[in-house]
């Protein structure tokens, strides 16, 4: 008999129409200020993703080499906010790009150019007795004489109600 209810019930919230979307907004953040994550409008959700972002820097520094080129990033990302009724804050972003490395001055010996994928993943949850953030990384550029340069970076860090902080990194960074 209670499965029997539980299925009316579900079948019946099925056919009427909802009205939790007429109550949620969709403001740039959620009103969460990007640089403190503080604030925001509750049962709000935003979404913002782009694609194809293209980036130039002309005095970008090859770690390995200390050589000077010019480094070009075409990204794609997506980025999430949800704030609950009760001023939960949830923010995600995923972030992949194309990446090139390209020696101002390719006449120098050892100079290899470089290029490769990168992959970064943030998220953060607070609410008013907890807070956590996290992160990964993963970076992996070929060389074009065959060398290989890689970067994976893991981030994390959480304070519980009680004060109490967890905080740990893991960086694994490679030279040719």
């Given at each position: 008999?209670?499965?029997?209810i539980?299925l009316?019930?579900?079948?019946g ?9 007429a ?5 740039p ?5 990007p ?14 993703n ?10 970008n ?10 480094a070009t ?8 906010v ?11 972003n995923?972030m992949?790009?194309h ?26 949850s607070?609410n ?12 992996v ?5 065959g060398?290989?340069l ?8 959480n ?12 960086v ?5």
């Amino acid at each position: 008999m209670r499965r029997l209810i539980l299925l009316v019930l579900a079948l019946g919230a099925l056919a009427i129409p909802t009205t939790a979307a007429a109550a949620e907004v969709h403001v740039p953040f959620c009103g969460v200020d990007p640089q403190t994550l503080q604030g925001g409008i509750p049962n709000c959700t935003f979404t913002a993703n782009s694609n194809g972002v293209v980036v130039v820097d002309k005095a970008n520094l090859n770690p390995c080499s200390g050589v000077v080129g010019t480094a070009t990033m075409v990204s794609n990302s997506i980025i999430h906010v949800s704030v609950n009724g009760a001023g939960d804050v949830w923010v995600t972003n995923t972030m992949t790009a194309h990446f090139s490395f390209v020696p101002n001055a390719p006449n120098l010996s050892g100079a290899p150019s470089y290029s490769g994928e990168m992959t970064f993943w943030f998220g953060a949850s607070l609410n008013k007795n907890n807070v956590v953030f996290h992160d990964t990384g993963n970076i992996v550029l070929r060389g074009s004489d065959g060398s290989q340069l890689t970067l994976h970076v893991l981030d994390h860090l959480n304070t519980s109600a009680t004060g109490a902080v967890n905080t740990f990194s893991v960086v694994s960074f490679t030279c040719p």
